[in-house]
C-alpha cells in the first residue's frame, strides 16, 4: 500500500470562536505543524483539505484541496478531496490517510498500525481507535472506492462518516493511551475550546509526545 496524508482542517471552529484552529499558535508554532511534523514521515505525499483562500496555509508549502461538495459536508467531503487529489495528482497512490489538524498528538506509527489492521485486504477502511472509541476523522481509505463515495454523497441525505464506512469492509486500529506526568492522554485528543489549548500546552510540557 501507498499512502498519501491528507490533513483535515476545515473544520468551522464554532467552540473556538471561528476562524482557522490549525493555525492557532502551540509551543511556538501553528498547531498545524505540529500535526505535519507528525504524519509527513509516515507517508509518500501530503496536502491539506481546507476551504477558502488558500494563501493563509502558505507558509506550509503544501497542496491546498477544497471540498468537492458545497457548505459543510464534514469529514466525509475532506475524504473525497483528497481520493480526487490522489487520482489526479499521485497517481501511485492506493491509499489516502486522514488525520485531523486540531489533533497534534496523535501517533506517530498510525500510518503503520492502520495498515497492519487491513491484513493485507486492500479494500477495507480502517479507523483509528482508543479507550473504546473510534475515531473517524483518522483513517486508512482505498482510493479505489472513490467513485462509491462519490456516488453516496451525491445521493445520500446524511454525510456522517460511519454510515458509509459500514457498507464497506472496515475495521479498527487500536492504539494505547500517552502516559504522562499529569496523567494518561488519548493520541487523539483534539483542540476544541481555549481550555483545550492550555491543556495541550501543558501536555507538550509533560513529555515529548
Same mark, same amino acid.
Given at each position: 500500500?501507498k499512502?498519501?496524508? %491528507?490533513?483535515?482542517?476545515?473544520?468551522?471552529?464554532?467552540? @473556538?470562536?471561528?476562524g482557522?484552529k490549525g493555525?492557532?499558535?502551540?509551543?511556538?508554532? #501553528?498547531?498545524?505543524?505540529?500535526? %505535519?511534523?507528525?504524519?509527513?514521515?509516515?507517508?509518500?505525499?501530503l496536502?491539506?483539505?481546507?476551504?477558502?483562500?488558500p494563501?493563509? /496555509?502558505?507558509?506550509?508549502?503544501?497542496?491546498?484541496?477544497?471540498?468537492?461538495?458545497?457548505?459543510?459536508?464534514g469529514?466525509?467531503?475532506?475524504?473525497?478531496?483528497g @481520493?480526487?487529489?490522489?487520482?489526479?495528482?499521485?497517481?501511485? %497512490?492506493?491509499? %489516502?490517510?486522514?488525520?485531523?489538524?486540531?489533533?497534534?498528538?496523535?501517533?506517530?506509527?498510525?500510518?503503520?498500525?492502520?495498515?497492519?489492521?487491513?491484513?493485507?485486504?486492500? !479494500?477495507?477502511?480502517?479507523l483509528? +481507535?482508543?479507550? +473504546?472509541?473510534?475515531?473517524?476523522?483518522?483513517?486508512?481509505?482505498?482510493?479505489?472506492l472513490?467513485?462509491?463515495?462519490?456516488?453516496? @454523497?451525491?445521493?445520500?441525505?446524511?454525510?456522517?462518516?460511519?454510515?458509509?464506512? !459500514?457498507?464497506?469492509?472496515?475495521?479498527?486500529? *487500536?492504539?494505547?493511551?500517552?502516559?504522562?506526568?499529569?496523567?494518561r492522554?488519548? #493520541? /487523539? /485528543?483534539?483542540?476544541?475550546?481555549? *481550555?483545550?489549548?492550555?491543556?495541550?500546552?501543558?501536555?507538550?510540557?509533560?513529555?515529548?509526545?
Amino acid at each position: 500500500m501507498k499512502c498519501a496524508g %491528507i490533513i483535515l482542517a476545515g473544520g468551522q471552529s464554532r467552540r @473556538m470562536g471561528g476562524g482557522d484552529k490549525g493555525l492557532l499558535p502551540l509551543s511556538g508554532q #501553528p498547531m498545524l505543524a505540529h500535526v %505535519i511534523t507528525r504524519l509527513r514521515p509516515q507517508v509518500e505525499a501530503l496536502a491539506l483539505n481546507a476551504n477558502g483562500d488558500p494563501q493563509r /496555509f502558505s507558509e506550509f508549502s503544501l497542496p491546498v484541496i477544497a471540498d468537492p461538495i458545497e457548505g459543510f459536508a464534514g469529514p466525509l467531503s475532506g475524504v473525497l478531496a483528497g @481520493m480526487n487529489w490522489a487520482v489526479l495528482e499521485q497517481p501511485d %497512490i492506493t491509499h %489516502i490517510v486522514t488525520a485531523a489538524g486540531d489533533t497534534p498528538f496523535f501517533p506517530k506509527d498510525l500510518v503503520e498500525h492502520l495498515i497492519a489492521a487491513a491484513n493485507k485486504n486492500a !479494500q477495507c477502511v480502517i479507523l483509528a +481507535g482508543s479507550d +473504546g472509541h473510534r475515531h473517524p476523522v483518522f483513517g486508512l481509505w482505498p482510493v479505489a472506492l472513490r467513485n462509491d463515495l462519490a456516488t453516496w @454523497m451525491a445521493e445520500t441525505e446524511t454525510y456522517k462518516v460511519l454510515a458509509w464506512v !459500514q457498507r464497506h469492509d472496515n475495521a479498527v486500529a *487500536e492504539f494505547p493511551l500517552h502516559d504522562t506526568i499529569s496523567g494518561r492522554v488519548d #493520541p /487523539f /485528543f483534539n483542540v476544541n475550546t481555549r *481550555e483545550d489549548l492550555n491543556a495541550a500546552e501543558t501536555y507538550l510540557q509533560d513529555l515529548s509526545l
